[in-house]
């Protein structure tokens, strides 16, 4: 099968990519178990794309109950090099409203209970994350923001999100605190996946959906799940139509990105020392060094 380059994980209320023709279903199992859901293969634009649904199709899994290991290692083995997430996220400042659009450049990551590497028992691999965004990826979907021409929205082209583990929102303290830390948005789900991209030596980048303004606004209502739902929907078309300019532009280029080298410098155990259960378990990640 012809590598798919391109990956794309949709989060709430982004269940499937509208556009995708030549469509199929491919379920994967992996060393770390089975992806959210099905992957869907096909074609945006002439061009494979290879989508997953975070939560599952039917919004099925808590942040903490996604299997993010699986998700990535399935997207690394069909070929992704690309991965564009799209998540909802609560605004941390006073200028990111509802509705608007984020690109995060940093993540601080308050999750606990999620495996959060590939590595160990046997294999060990510290990844630099000091920037783990990929910066021309982040640069492709601004570009696409400016392609899709929308008007009436705002993009925010940097900010630090705020990863915690829910699936409950914030208490009111944990949200101011959240924003004295300078974080712009806050969500549940793009750590550790984003760890995990870095690992897999995929570039990576994040496309955030303002939906609320989590629990600090004094003029404001707490967020609730359906407040943020009704906003994802506002939403949802918008990001599709900002996606597929942003596999047209990738596509065009190819670009590359300091993610596609990142076990050059991370890898401290040779392959040669690793078990061949190590290998095999590791195989998508580590073929280049064997």
Known sequence: MQAIRIGI???????RMEGLTEVREQAIQTPFGAPSDA???GRLNGIDVAFLARHGRSHALIP?????RANIYAMKALGVQYLLSVSAVGSMREDIAPLDMVLPDQFIDFTHQREGSFFGDGAVAHVSLADPVCGVLRGVLAESFADAGFADIRLHRQGSYVCIEG??????AESHWYRSLGAAVIGM?????????REAEIAYAT???ATDWDCWHPQQACVT?????ANLQGNAQRAQTLLAYAVRRIASRWPVSAA????????VTPPAAMTEAVRVRLAALIARFL
């Open 9 to 15: 994980i949709g989060g709430s209320g982004l269940y």
């Open 39 to 41: 992957l869907l293969l």
């Open 64 to 68: 903490g109950q996604i299997p993010f």
């Open 167 to 172: 699936p409950a929102f914030s208490t009111r």
């Open 189 to 197: 789900t793009n750590m550790p996946e984003a760890r995990l991209a």
């Open 207 to 209: 496309l955030a959906l």
């Open 225 to 229: 799940a359906a407040m943020a739902m």
């Open 260 to 267: 596609h080298g990142a076990l050059a410098a991370a890898l």
